[in-house]
């Protein structure tokens, strides 16, 4: 009975001693070093420390100045614990984690005291977001601190990876790549087969390569990449091989993608693909111009209960509309649409550029009314489309008048809206209009960029006047981009002007190898390794969720060529980026287009000699330029040079370089081929344009076949693009010389029932047309009158 007395009134008495030290501390300013003298006189044991510590009533400030009174006391490991369980808020002042977080280490130092398990990860969680907080003076605190845990050995033990990996993450919270991959190398070398360290490597490697991919570090992110391969006991987990298939396929490396898609299927520790990878593939084929295949693989997905998301929709919507296939994505967005889907803007303006490109300009402009009356609030992005896709149609004065209707709300106009409508006034000799548009630009604070630059450039050598150079640095006054470029234009020059050896001069710049005639076995060549595997018997999964898509990868990945790389659904631009990183190969791609408009072909070939010499790497829109001019001038065996050329550096073709071997077929006399090429292009994921589409009809007009030139017309109009004025100009050219009259005159009233306005081309045309309607009608009386005469 007395010891059970004695226990209560021990443990009264100290509940009375924690109610008055917490009183006291109380009283004391949150910013006092230490608390008053009189807390010294009541005896302190770790069982009141923990009491005290654990008061969710006192401040964090209190708490920390007791901690601190008490340091002649050997703290335990589980008081340690309690006092970082209460610094690692995220309510506590930085201040506050700055002063006292180095002084609680030290303590555990010299106690002997190591992190529990829990501590330790309550730390580390608490110090890569304590890292992304006031930038970099926090992020150089965090570094210290977890060097001074690891070299004073504080963390327990085989957790060495786990502070790799928060340095890790810290590092890319902080925008710290280069020193991210440092510690992703150090992290490497290590050498642990617990699961545990296996799955931080995983997930700080999926987050590392995450961010490589967003930042377009490919270089980077292969090298990850391949060092991950290479360890002995790393295995990508779902997340991982998404992430891999994802930025292979987005960087035209459909080969890796699909050998990742067959390894993530094999994995027995895995639940295989699913909607996301499958979102991933569909991108990547979207990007390579598969749209046939991506389109099947959609309806497998479908037909075995998958159920497409959002992203599906988008993406494939997208692919269709940057391929002109607009039938098909007018279906899935319709459907989106029918599924619940709200499309959102990105949805709408990728949708308004299909149409525009299609030459669907009524149905583009009624989606731009639908978009509004459901509630889907325009962006800049999508106003540029349409005043782009109206002055590309013809209707520039519309698309200038909404330019201007713009500007006066004093919205929706950014510097891409000014670019535009710049080029075409440069396009249509308007220098004057121009240059004032670059003046209200810079007054608006909108940057000239170099595409801008460029274009006022191109129309003043254009037009000769190379004296408006000085009103352009009047104009032009933020920044050092211009004057960069007439630097470069003044070097540019005087290269031109050295002399060369006459050795040099005399050799071939692109050396034969045989004759554009040969031109089917470019076509061919890329397809023999696809042809081989398809035609093999292989094992089809009956279980399979899409059949197509496991003969697809097994094609691509038993492929021994580069078969992504062979074409792009991306139109070569002159000016690839606005940045200065590829500025000379954008500056060689305009002063090409300067002197090819001015017909100076010899200076181009000149200047692109002077500037593959000297290490710059030409793309798809220098070969396509210089091969457009051969074409023109009628060199076919120096085109075909440029065009194997382009295979030997893997520079890939796009839709411009076939419109230039269609156009040099037809000019050789062998549109014979059109039909064979045309096929080989679909065949590597290629498409038809409007401007493909002429340039086929007017080559096989020209040659006579004009069964062909219908049967490409009907298939014109099926796939969702409406002809426009050279389309019907050709038509009826074509027509009228092979002496169907009546053709010619049904596509004239096709014309103008569409609404396209003739331009000077039809009135030459129409006047052929009249001559042989005439023609016809003379032939015509004249053998009524031979059948009327009694003789």
Aim: hydrophobic content about 35%.
């Amino acid at each position: 009975m007395k010891t059970s007395s004695n226990s209560t009134w021990k443990q009264v008495s100290e509940l009375l001693t924690v109610a008055s030290i917490t009183k006291t501390l109380s009283k004391t300013s949150q910013t006092t070093p230490t608390p008053p003298q009189t807390l010294n006189q009541i005896p302190i044991t770790q069982t009141l420390i923990h009491k005290i510590l654990s008061n969710p009533s006192l401040h964090i400030s209190h708490k920390l100045n007791f901690f601190n009174s008490n340091n002649n006391i050997h703290h335990s490991s589980t008081t340690y614990s309690l006092i970082f369980n209460n610094l690692c808020n995220p309510k506590t002042p930085l201040s506050l984690v700055h002063h006292y977080l180095p002084q609680l280490l030290h303590s555990m130092k010299q106690n002997g005291i190591v992190f529990d398990s829990n501590s330790f990860n309550k730390v580390l969680n608490f110090l890569i977001k304590f890292s992304h907080n006031n930038g970099n003076k926090n992020f150089r605190f965090v570094v210290d601190i977890l060097d001074y845990i690891q070299t004073q050995n504080l963390q327990p033990i085989g957790t060495t990876p786990f502070i790799y990996n928060s340095l890790l993450i810290a590092s890319i919270k902080n925008n710290q790549i280069s020193l991210a991959l440092s510690i992703f190398n150090n992290l490497m070398k290590l050498d642990d087969d617990c699961s545990e360290f296996n799955s931080v490597i995983v997930g700080s490697s999926n987050y590392l390569l995450s961010v490589l991919r967003k930042a377009q570090m490919k270089e980077e992110f292969q090298n990850v990449f391949n060092t991950l391969r290479e360890w002995k006991s790393f295995n990508f987990d779902s997340w991982g091989y998404n992430i891999c298939i994802h930025a292979f396929g987005s960087w035209g490396d459909l080969v890796t993608s699909m050998k990742l898609f067959n390894e993530m299927k094999e994995d027995k520790n895995l639940f295989g693909p699913d909607m996301c990878t499958y979102n991933s593939v569909l991108s990547v084929l979207c990007k390579v111009g598969k749209i046939n295949d991506a389109l099947i693989v959609w309806d497998e997905l479908k037909g075995c209960g998958y159920e497409p998301d959002e992203f599906t929709y988008t993406i494939l919507v997208r692919g269709c509309c940057k391929t002109c296939r607009m039938d098909e994505a007018l279906r899935i967005f319709n459907e989106m649409k029918d599924n619940g889907f709200r499309p959102g803007v990105l949805v709408y303006n990728c949708v308004l550029d299909g149409l525009f490109k299609a030459a669907k300009v009524n149905e583009a402009c009624q989606m731009f009314e639908k978009m509004a009356q459901e509630g889907v609030k325009a962006s800049c992005s999508t106003y540029n489309i349409l005043i782009h896709g109206l002055i590309k149609n013809g209707r520039s004065e519309a698309g200038y008048t909404l330019f201007c209707d713009l500007k006066k709300k004093g919205q929706f106009v950014d510097g891409i809206s000014y670019s535009i409508v710049v080029l075409q006034l440069c396009k249509e000799g308007h220098l004057e209009e121009a240059l004032e548009l670059v003046e209200e630009m810079e007054a608006r604070g909108f940057s000239v960029d170099l595409v801008t630059i460029t274009s006022l450039l191109i129309g003043i050598h254009k037009h000769g006047r190379w004296d408006w150079t000085d009103r352009l640095i009047k104009h032009v006054r933020e920044g050092d981009l211009l004057p960069s470029v007439l630097k470069w234009k003044a070097g540019m020059e005087a290269s031109i002007n050295n002399l060369h050896s006459k050795e040099k001069d005399y050799s071939p710049m692109f050396p034969s190898k045989g004759g554009f005639s040969e031109i089917m076995s470019f076509i061919t060549r890329s397809q023999d390794d696809d042809d081989e595997v398809e035609t093999s018997s292989e094992q089809i999964d009956e279980w399979s969720s899409s059949p197509h898509m496991d003969k697809l990868a097994k094609r691509l990945v038993k492929s021994t060529g580069n078969a992504s790389q062979l074409f792009t659904p991306n139109r070569g631009q002159r000016v690839q980026q606005k940045g200065p990183d590829s500025f000379d190969v954008n500056m060689v791609n305009t002063f090409l287009s300067i002197f090819l408009a001015k017909g100076k072909l010899s200076l181009a070939c000149k200047l692109f000699e002077i500037f593959t010499d000297a290490g710059v790497d030409p793309v798809s829109y220098t070969y396509n330029s210089i091969m457009s001019s051969f074409v023109k001038k009628g060199y076919f065996n120096e085109a075909w040079a440029i065009l194997t050329e382009m295979g030997e550096k893997l520079c890939p073709t796009d839709i411009a370089t076939y419109n230039m071997i269609i156009q040099g077929l037809g000019k050789m006399g062998r549109a014979d081929l059109a039909s064979a090429v045309l096929d080989g292009l679909l065949k590597q994921g290629g498409y038809l344009d409007i401007v493909m589409y002429n340039t086929l009809i007017n080559a096989l007009g020209k040659a006579g076949r004009i069964d062909e030139v219908n049967k490409f017309f009907e298939q014109m109009t099926s796939s969702g693009i409406n002809p426009d004025i050279v389309t019907y100009n050709t038509l009826i050219e074509i027509h009228s010389k092979a002496g169907r009259v009546k053709d010619a005159y049904k596509f004239l009233k096709m014309m103008l029932d569409a609404g396209c306005t003739p331009n000077h081309v039809t009135d030459t045309t129409l006047d052929y047309l009249v001559k042989e309607i005439d023609k016809l009608r003379y032939q015509k009386a004249t053998i009524l009158s031979e059948k009327g005469d009694p003789s």
